[in-house]
């Protein structure tokens, strides 16, 4: 028996490996071969690397620095080796499709890696990395073993948004080792957006003397406490983009440049007004939001400010012929900076607004016969598409480019789930797929996170699982899949180890996803690797979630719809569960699901060796319809699933923050309709139903909340309808209906969807998405 405080003060974060012998390689490995009989060769500082062709020494130099920094020696590179002890380098024809394929074997004549091409032998000095002990140590024994290796999609990769927080150099360059130490390819570096300016472009100085500075942020999660009226700035020269590029080429990263249009464009605006339709127009950042300077630069007569809060704002790129122009220069800039096929040029969340009221956007609307501001966005990136093919390069823009017809040659990113990418794909146009819900590595990754995310909710396992072809493609049109990326957006990530946090371990999840031949991802397998890999996260000193090992808790339905069962969970072994109720109770070992059926603070914690490594809290609020049989007339969206659909709304659990919380199911452009089964008929004299409101996510109240009773579940009887509710906190609302009191076993609750986005909120025109929580009834 043991009490809660002592636990609590006893919490400690570090997280205990199990060490897995044998072989440990993330991205798995098309195959591996290891010898009956286990034997190891050993690496030590007289160990030499034999380059045995011309072009090999990025791989030789990339293993000496890896070795220097995690085991503190060198080797020496030769062309003649002076002893058997050696890792030789060469080069091999292999005939898969995708370039990039190595074999590796260690046997008693040493290390040899042989590279389809340069990209090939660097992968496989990847993998000769993760056959290393994972403690520093001067004598390296790695098992003798045959590999043979090769990258199932062309494009695997990471996305980094410097605007919204700059980050400096020597992080690009350390989060581009990180790309390539999981056999990826791709840095997307996001440079420009409403928040700072982050690339030297020499024509337009004003970019980085005003664009890359902004007078403060936001204090925590949106909407904010205020300002912290701290300025905040940073850019790249152009010298610094060019050692980042050269660096990530002897990484065989290719690093795509995005410059944002047009939307997310107030930086640049900031910078030069004369790109926005209405130049006179003072920004807008709202009084709770903005900073005292930039209140007083206001009142002094600037016109035009670099935001400082988040969001999609509406003052965009004018389709002018100086923003053309504008925009032509600085790509002009860019294609010396930057060798890669594409250019990113955004194209996503540009709202329509200031173009509707600009008389010159609704004349070039009508001179080019285009439907309308739909139709003018296409007209904008097919005219920069135009531009960028004629300097040879091609573009990449987010899914938004589809609407209003795609531009001929581009590359889909398709991120608003997978619904772009297909069209794309069916369009015959290649595509990149970084669906929110499976590769948004800025989404919590746990559901009792600490830290301030942007919400959502993308666990591990959801990552690893992910399937980049969509089932709705045939062979020919998933071809068109290049491969995937996840995307690190920076409201939150304010610093190198949050964004270290953020990615790790989702990132060696991604690469198996991206790298590993179908038929050989098994979740089951990754997990046992994950351990290891936890340990060269140490090695590498980088920051990780340590999510994985949490206390897992989960609330199913109880099978006799008597309240709800508390299940908790844990991934390691040797761990023991204890629970309590309430504060400073005694703690109770944890054998099998709890049920719960009255309201009470529950705690469960996890201990190993009698220290506490995680614990986990819920309030539960029982009433009549907690644990019900509960349908929905129509499902709840994929990516706002709720705790477990339908029954989330009963789990007895009260959604107790914004967005942040996995608790809310949300419907964009549909009502929720549920239907809840008491079992038997009971007194009903409340129906109370929990909303959120978030104008700035699109997430609207109801028009109104209308509840149902019926005794046979077939007729149902309007009992009180409202359109005011009662606010809580945060945006959150209770739709309370209180009736006198009438026996029913049934009860139905109608939230009707407020319809589409009303001018002058985020996103007007398009549907509000409706966000509910739990369902009480008593
Ligand atoms: C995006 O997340 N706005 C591409």
Known sequence: MKKILSFLLAFSTSVICFAQAGINIIPEPAEIIQPKIAADFTITPATEILLEGSGLENSANFFNDYLQQCYHFKLKVVTKASSKNVIALNFERMDNPIAGAYTLSVNAKGVYIAGDNQAGAFYGIQTLIQLLPVEPAQKLSIPYVSIKDYPRFSYRGLMLDCGRHFF?????????????????????????????????????????????????????????KGSDNQEYGGFYTQEQIKDIVKYAADRYITVIPEIEMPGHGSAAIAAYPQLSCFPDTATIIKPNMISDASKQQLANGRIKLVQETWGVFKDVYCPSDYTFNFLQDVIDELIPLFPAKYIHIGGDECPKDAWKESAFCQNLIKENNLKDEHGLQSYFIGRIEK??????????????????????????????????????????????????TYVYFDYSQTKKEDS??????????????????????????????????????????????????????????????????????????????????????????ANYSKAYFELHASILPDPNNKGILWQLETKIKNAEINYATGINQTALPYKSPLRIDKSENYVGILFINNKVVSSIHEMFLINKATGKKISLTTEPAKNWPGNGGAFGLVNGVVSDKDIGSSEW?????????????????????????????????????PAYVEAFTSADGNHFTSVGKISQYTATTMGMYDATITISPVKARYAKIIAKNSGNIPDGDNGAGNPSWLFADEIKID
Request: proline share 5%; glycine share 8%.
């Open 168 to 224: 400096s150099v020597d992080f690009v360059k350390k989060y581009i080792d990180y790309i390539a130490l999981h056999k990826m390819n791709f840095f997307h570096w996001h440079l420009t957006e409403d928040q700072g300016w982050r690339i030297e472009i020499k024509k337009y100085p004003k970019l980085t003397e005003v664009g890359s500075n902004r007078n403060g942020t936001i204090i925590g999660r949106y909407p904010g």
């Open 387 to 436: 531009y960028i093919n004629s300097k040879g390069k091609q573009i990449i823009g987010w899914d938004e480019i589809l609407e209003g017809g795609l531009a001929p040659n581009a590359t889909v990113m398709s991120w608003r789930g997978e619904k772009g990418g297909i069209e794309a794909a069916k369009q015959n146009h290649d595509v990149i797929m970084t669906p929110t």
């Open 452 to 541: 301030i995310t942007i919400g959502g909710f993308l666990p591990l396992d959801k990552v690893y699982n992910y399937e980049p072809i969509p089932a709705e493609l045939t062979e020919a049109e998933g071809k068109h899949v290049l491969g995937g990326q996840a995307n690190l957006w920076s409201e939150y990530v304010t610093k190198p180890e949050k964004a270290e946090y953020m990615i790790f371990p989702r990132l060696s999840a991604l690469s198996e996803v991206l790298w590993s031949p179908k038929a050989k991802k098994s979740y089951s397998a990754f997990e046992k690797k994950l351990q290891i890999q936890f340990k060269r996260y140490e090695l590498w000193k």
């Open 665 to 701: 199911l949300g419907w964009q452009g549909n009502d929720m309709e549920a239907t809840i089964d008491l079992g038997n008929p009971q007194s009903i004299s409340k129906i109370n139903c929990h909303l959120l409101e978030s104008k700035d996510n699109w997430i609207h109240l």
